[in-house]
Nanobody
Framework: QVQLVESGGGLVQTGGSLRLSCAAS????????MGWFRQAPGKEREFVAY????????YYADSVKGRFTISRDNAKSTVDLRMNSLKPEDTGVYYC????????????????????WGQGTQVTVSS
């Protein structure tokens, strides 16, 4: 399994921005697609964004499309989530996750596709 550590969460006002970062402890980071998920209080964890292992296609939940940007630096083994125009409904614990299989395609929105998870970082957007 890959060890993942998130950072960058915090408290921000509506309309503000945050940048989350996730550092991975594997030499094969570039082989794995990476996702960001979030869990709001009292709700199930949900998909937010995904970037393929090839640093190519990116995908977003409809609720964040146009506001969030996922990117990765394979040389540094990091994946970032840039969040702009934040809303109170973006509040939650944000997790990065690594796909269970290298070079995987398929359903990136499903938690079962991921084998490694970070501990999560809290994002709070005040109204």
């Amino acid at each position: 399994q890959v060890q993942l550590v998130e950072s960058g969460g915090g408290l921000v006002q509506t309309g503000g921005s945050l940048r989350l970062s996730c550092a991975a402890s594997t030499r094969t980071f570039s082989s794995y697609g990476m996702g960001w998920f979030r869990q709001a209080p009292g709700k199930e964890r949900e998909f937010v964004a995904y970037i393929s292992w090839s640093n190519g296609p990116t995908y977003y939940a409809d609720s964040v499309k146009g506001r969030f940007t996922i990117s990765r630096d394979n040389a540094k083994s990091t994946v970032d989530l840039r969040m702009n125009s934040l809303k109170p409904e973006d509040t939650g614990v944000y997790y990065c996750a690594a796909r269970a299989r290298p070079f995987a395609g398929g359903n990136y929105r499903t938690e079962d596709e991921y084998a490694s998870w970070g501990q999560g970082t809290q994002v709070t957007v005040s109204s």
